[in-house]
């Protein structure tokens, strides 16, 4: 697959970690990836995906794009046999400048980008990408469209600050610090957070303690699992694996089979620092 990525120009850049571009034959028919402290906007350019957001929601298709929110539980995507797509990596708290509904509202339920942007300019946004000269002009029509819509967001500077504190301790902080420092009740930061991430601030830490944890993970060496939960700050095994099942819908040994997996049949890949095949 060929992958391009940048980081875009201020003040886009406090708002996602990058714009990229991705074309190409899918490692597998399915992915899944697991929960994580980011959330995603996707300009479909190919044939439609799917998503299916958890067991118990009907897998949905994609034709011109969608808007993940950061996410509570892992989801899986279903590739075509080519795919062809830009879009965005936001940081948690980097949707909401962008969304006319509430972030909460789409916690764990993706939408279409036509849901959010409207039909004919998604189709006006589509048709100049399909016709631009490659990649990097791709990313600046991308980058240009974020721009002419970046709008304000009530209580982004509360989110984002705490999201930072949160960010650069691993998750591993104390809720109650966050409120005080903020100088807010716990109440109204947890509604700024549904509001503009979608999770709790509790939810949030959560995601990067575990995110932080997994990544540490070397798939190819042998795992001390207590070790690990330990200096990961969980209580024992059993909070650890319930944390990995919550995240990834795996128990930590066979995420790591699958991990193993993933880095065999397709070295150096791209896409092999967190998508899992579902396969």
């Known amino acids: 697959m060929e992958y391009v990525s940048r980081v875009p120009r201020p003040p886009l850049d406090g708002l996602i970690d990058d714009l990229y571009y991705l074309a190409g034959a899918p490692p597998y028919a399915r992915l899944t990836l697991p929960a994580s402290p980011a959330a995603l906007l996707v300009v479909n350019l190919g044939a439609p995906f799917r998503i299916r957001a958890g067991a118990d929601i009907e897998t949905t298709e994609y034709a011109d794009g969608c808007v993940v929110t950061t996410p509570s539980r892992a989801f899986e995507f279903g590739y075509p046999a080519e795919t062809r797509s830009v879009g965005v990596h936001f940081k948690p708290w980097g949707p909401a400048p962008f969304l006319p509904m509430p972030a909460a509202e789409l916690c764990d339920r993706p939408v279409t ?3 959010v942007w409207g039909r004919p300019a998604v189709a006006e946004l589509r048709d100049r990408m399909a016709t631009a000269n490659g990649p990097h002009e791709m990313l600046t029509l991308l980058e240009d469209e974020l ?6 967001a009530a209580g982004l500077g509360l989110v984002r600050h705490t999201s930072g504190v949160i960010a650069a301790a691993g998750g591993a902080v104390a809720i109650g610090d966050l409120r005080v420092a903020a100088g807010v009740s716990s109440t109204h930061l947890a509604q700024r957070f549904k509001e503009l991430i979608g999770v709790t601030p509790k ?5 990067y303690r575990f995110t932080a944890t997994v990544l540490a993970i070397n798939p190819a060496g042998p795992i001390a699992w207590g070790s690990l939960a330990g200096d990961a700050g969980y209580y024992d095994q059993a909070h650890f694996g319930h944390e990995f099942r919550a995240f990834t819908g795996l128990t930590p040994t066979r995420y790591v089979e ?6 065999r049949e397709h070295p150096g890949h791209v896409l092999d620092s967190w998508p899992l095949p579902a396969d």
């Not at 939810?203 to 995601?207: C, G, P, T, V, Y």
């Not at 699958?258 to 880095?263: D, G, M, N, P, S």
Request: net charge positive.
């Open 258 to 263: 699958v991990r193993r997996r993933f880095l």
């Open 147 to 152: 721009m002419r819509r970046l709008g304000e």
């Open 203 to 207: 939810q949030l830490a959560r995601s």
């Open 113 to 115: 980008l036509e849901q």
